[in-house]
């Protein structure tokens, strides 16, 4: 409508600040819905006092915004430390690039702290005295995760060297201490113990223990008891939760003792576990590990039944040992009763995957198994030799650092009793763990025992989990990043949305906007449900797209039908926002002018796969068609020149095709 100024004077103009008032404040009550609705906590402070805030950042902070509003940032900090450092480094990130992202600690209102990545923006970039916007997402998951992956790797490679040191000893009494002192280490318990049974499930007379009081023979036998229980089951018993009373409070198998030992109940104990030591389907022994504290080890079973398995070799072997020095003793024929012994060790070295080297004081060679003469490559002529100094000249040239893979051998040699473990290098990629315990015949060394392990594929599959949590990080913070510029992206939308409200249509193009913003927080919401997060399938976004842009315009799907092909088409973040925004406009076009008066018609949108990860996207109706003449590439409406800056942004191109209906075609 034109209206002459000149004739009606001066009422018209108020009635146009009327409008354009009327508009601002429709544009600034939508402003306000998307900041309540917001899926990340959003609020704004003045030197750090809270001025306004969302219910998303009142849920993550445990605070009503009543709580919030007026009051010094500070209380929601766990520390002053905490709280001053964000305020440094935020502000000094704001002065460098005009905005600030810190990840930081938030103290929830019933105490429990959460870890949070905080991004800010001011007001005004010329004062930032003005105000400060921020959003407050929760990271505490994502952080988790991360601490649990780090505990795997820890806890596997505690694994590896306990089962190096159990394994080295031939001594029972000596592997038995090894055991009850390793598995404290491995589990994190306070106390542990051991008892070993014969061939018929009787406890024998062997055990250690570190227990406070009583030994374990003394206790451990008692009829019923759990002893009893695990060596008839052959299955391990977790206890979980014991009252003061030695009574036990969680779920337990059929036939598990109810309470527990009083011994064990005198000394606090809350929660143990008890394992079976099995070898080759033979019942060797109990291990028990104790806490005082509850629940300790219901969520390491199976770390602790891996421990276990290498300790019933480990007794396996010293057993064997200990039954050829009986044998020793017993026989009269040193002869026979050595050859004996001898294959039996033979046949345990050779069952390990480690490879296995015995020399005497002297450094002379002893005994050595299959598994060292293939992971050494020694010809079997030098080694049968037993010198030592020429089996090191093959040794030394295989490694990275031959001075000091000598000079440890040298010092152990001076150092009978001493103990080692190190990690070996080849010059060919390959990665040995090495070990070294002097060998002791009642007490008195007699020789030296390595033992190398082949840890190059577990190296690799560490440096791939590695590798696999500096990729997930990065990427949890470029996911961060992108939330932050969405949300500017919404602010220059509505601003340039705002240039074209000159009447009654400023809610239809608000509305519109919302519809934008949908798209590109719906992106987010697919992002954040994927298992990838670096990637969406972009089939169950368009369909969503679909059936809340047919709600907003009231289109019964009866009337137009739509059918979606897009299988297996993800797209990364960066092209993901600006597709979604194009298609939003397409399907908003089609639906509001293709079909007038209730026309019934099809919507088709189709997305292929190209050659060099290029994408066709096709959206294509029957409606009415376009205006003859129609120029995609000309300044027309709102949503055409959106798509055509957002093919841009995609460095991608647009046909535009007019035959019974419209089909548009993007290439990107």
Same mark, same amino acid.
């Given at each position: ?320 040992? !200990? &039954?050829?020095? /009986?044998?020793?003793? $017993?026989? @009269? ?6 050859? +004996?012994? *001898?294959? %039996? ?108 392990? !082949? &840890?190059?594929? /577990?190296?690799?599959? $560490?440096? @791939? ?6 990729? +997930?990080? *990065?990427? %949890? ?130 997305? %292929? ?60």
């Amino acid at each position: 409508m034109k209206i002459d100024r000149k004739s009606k004077g001066p009422g018209i103009r108020s009635g146009e600040r009327s409008l354009a008032l009327k508009a601002l404040r429709e544009s600034e009550e939508k402003m306000r819905s998307i900041f309540r609705a917001a899926p990340i906590g959003i609020g704004v402070v003045v030197d750090r006092v809270f001025k306004d805030v969302n219910q998303r950042f009142c849920d993550l902070t445990g605070y009503t915004r009543e709580e919030l509003i007026n009051k010094s940032a500070r209380m929601v900090y766990p520390s002053e430390e905490e709280y001053q450092f964000v305020g440094r480094e935020k502000y000094r990130q704001i002065a460098d690039r005009g905005t600030g992202a810190v990840e930081t600690r938030f103290r929830h209102k019933d105490g429990r702290v959460i870890d949070v990545l905080l991004s800010s923006a001011p007001l005004d970039i010329s004062d930032v005295s003005r105000g400060v916007t921020f959003t407050a997402l929760d990271i505490t998951e994502p952080k988790q995760a991360e601490e649990a992956l780090k505990r795997m790797i820890e806890e596997l490679a505690s694994l590896s060297r306990a089962s190096q040191t159990v394994t080295a000893s031939l001594d029972l009494d000596q592997v038995l201490s090894e055991i009850v002192s390793l598995a404290g280490k491995v589990a994190n318990s306070d106390y542990a113990s051991v008892v070993l049974v014969d061939e018929e499930g009787h406890i024998i007379g062997r055990s250690a223990e570190t227990l406070p009081g009583a030994p374990a023979l003394e206790y451990r036998a008692r009829g019923g008891g759990f002893t009893h229980w695990i060596i008839q089951s052959r299955r391990p018993a977790v206890v979980d939760d014991i009252g003061e009373d030695g009574s036990i409070r969680s779920d337990l198998a059929e036939g598990v003792p109810t309470t527990i030992n009083p011994v064990l109940s005198a000394c606090g104990i809350k929660s143990f576990v008890g394992l079976p030591l099995i070898f080759k389907e033979r019942l060797l022994g109990v291990l028990y590990l104790h806490s005082l504290h509850p629940h300790t080890f219901s969520d390491q079973l199976p770390l602790l039944t891996a421990f276990a398995n290498q300790a019933a070799v480990a007794v396996e072997n010293a057993n064997l040992y !200990d &039954v050829a020095q /009986r044998e020793l003793a $017993e026989r @009269k024929s040193a002869e026979e009763v050595l050859s +004996r012994t *001898v294959s %039996l060790l033979e046949a345990t070295l050779n069952s390990t995957a480690d490879g296995i080297l015995v020399v005497d004081l002297e450094g002379k060679i002893k005994r050595f198994n299959e598994n060292f003469k293939k992971m050494w490559r020694i010809p079997p002529a030098i080694l049968e030799t037993g010198e030592d100094d020429r089996a090191l000249g093959f040794v030394l040239d295989q490694l990275k650092d031959p001075e000091e893979f000598l000079s440890k051998v040298r010092q152990l040699y001076g150092e009978v009793l001493a103990e080692s473990y190190d990690v070996l290098e080849f010059k060919d990629g390959r990665v040995f763990e090495r070990f070294s315990r002097p060998q002791l015949l009642e007490g008195i060394p007699v020789g030296r025992v390595w033992s190398f392990r !082949d &840890v190059t594929e /577990r190296v690799k599959d $560490e440096e @791939k989990l590695r590798t696999a949590l500096g990729e +997930r990080e *990065v990427m %949890l913070r470029e996911i961060h990043h992108r939330v932050k510029n969405n949300i500017q992206i919404i602010s220059s939308l509505l601003r340039l949305q705002s240039r074209y409200i000159k009447d009654e249509k400023a809610l239809e193009l608000l509305d519109e906007s919302q519809n934008r913003i949908r798209s590109m927080a719906l992106i987010h919401e697919k992002l954040y449900q994927s298992q990838d997060l670096s990637r969406i399938d972009f089939s169950d976004y368009i369909a969503k797209m679909i059936t809340h842009l047919f709600a907003i315009y009231k289109v019964e799907f009866s009337r137009i039908r739509h059918r979606v092909d897009a299988n297996k088409i993800q797209l990364d973040i960066n092209r993901a926002i600006p597709c979604g925004l194009i298609i939003n406009e397409l399907i908003t076009n089609a639906l509001k002018h293709a079909f007038p008066e209730d026309r019934e018609g099809e919507l088709i949108i189709t997305m %292929l796969s190209l050659a060099g990860d290029q994408y066709e996207l096709t959206v294509k109706d029957n409606g009415m068609g376009l205006p003859e003449g129609f120029d995609p590439a000309k300044k027309g409406t709102l949503g055409f020149q959106i798509v055509n800056d957002l093919v841009k942004q995609l460095d991608g191109s647009i046909e535009v095709r007019g035959d019974k209906g419209t089909e548009i075609v993007i290439r990107f």
